[in-house]
């Protein structure tokens, strides 16, 4: 009878010191997924934070678009006005806020701002496309890291359930 206790104590030391190495190593693994969870927290939430000053910059640089518009377009029925009173030897281009003579040809001042003007759209145009291909990459990587990290919870969860 004591050697079949003995034998059964000495199994169960070292099926319980398994055990608790399983433990540890459970242990470890379930601190590491929550180190990784909250990393990938972590640049979620820089990227959210990113995203957001990104938006706001665009919508600023909207603004501007939108105000220089008025402005051009207020110009524009300035210039008409003054042209209808006046000689009304030009003709006002709507939308372009540009006088031509009668012989048909642009001030070089006015050649000048448009060329500018021309310029500025297109650096709106520029930003806005990658404002756009950004604000699609930011949103990707955001996606990717809130799976991670649902992933990550599920791993967790199950590691604390055994």
């Not at 910059?57 to 501007?64: I, R």
């Not at 540009?98 to 520029?126: C, F, P, T």
Request: proline share 1%.
């Amino acid at each position: 009878p004591s050697l079949a206790s003995d034998l059964f104590s000495e199994l169960s030391l070292t099926e319980i010191q398994k055990l608790k190495q399983q433990l540890i190593q459970v242990d470890r693994e379930k601190s590491s997924l929550v180190n990784n969870m909250q990393e990938l927290q972590r640049q979620l939430d820089l990227t959210k934070e990113a995203l957001s000053e990104q938006q706001v910059q665009n919508s600023q640089l909207a603004d501007e678009v939108q105000t220089l518009k008025k402005i051009q377009d207020v110009n524009c029925l300035r210039l008409c006005s003054k042209e209808e009173q006046g000689s009304g030897d030009g003709v006002c281009l709507p939308g372009d806020g540009v006088r031509l003579s009668s012989n048909g040809y642009d001030d070089a001042e006015v050649l000048q701002l448009r060329k500018e003007l021309q310029d500025l759209w297109q650096k709106y145009l520029d930003f806005e496309a990658k404002y756009i291909e950004e604000k699609k990459e930011w949103e990707a990587d955001s996606q990717e890291m809130a799976e991670k990290i649902k992933f990550y919870i599920k791993c967790g969860r199950r590691s604390e359930e055994h």
